[in-house]
């Protein structure tokens, strides 16, 4: 399985962006997806996951403002980003997670929020 993350960039404080994660190959769909992010020194932490059902989770420091969504034809989730935050710059990984434990990593996609 392969993930493709897309979207990341520049944005002002207040700002929106959307990131978009393709999964390919086999052993699709997978089960559980989601988002995690890694800013400059800190450990990587989950921002928001989805299930193959559509049932998500949310990182309290994006509740309100993030919301990811899912569409299972094409193996693809999404993370719409609003009112965007300096702390919320960071590198964003796209996340896959089968229900038997398989976990998949794409590359980041790099977050800057300006103040």
């Known amino acids: 399985v392969q993930l493709q993350a897309s979207g990341g960039g520049l944005v002002q404080t207040g700002g929106s962006l959307r990131l978009s994660c393709a999964a390919s190959?086999?052993?699709?769909?997978?089960?559980?997806m989601g988002w995690y992010r890694q800013a400059p020194g800190k450990q990587r932490e989950l921002v928001a996951s989805?299930?193959?059902?559509?049932?998500?989770n949310y990182a309290d420091f994006v509740k309100g403002r993030f919301t990811i969504s899912r569409d299972n034809a094409k193996n693809t989730i999404y993370l719409q980003m609003n009112s965007l935050k300096p702390e919320d710059t960071a590198v964003y990984y796209c996340?896959?997670?089968?229900?038997?434990?398989?976990?998949?990593w794409g590359q980041g996609t790099l977050v800057t929020v300006s103040s």
């Open positions: 996340n896959g997670r089968q229900a038997w434990g398989q976990n998949y």
């Open positions: 989805i299930s193959s059902g559509g049932g998500s």
């Open positions: 190959g086999s052993m699709l769909p997978i089960n559980f």
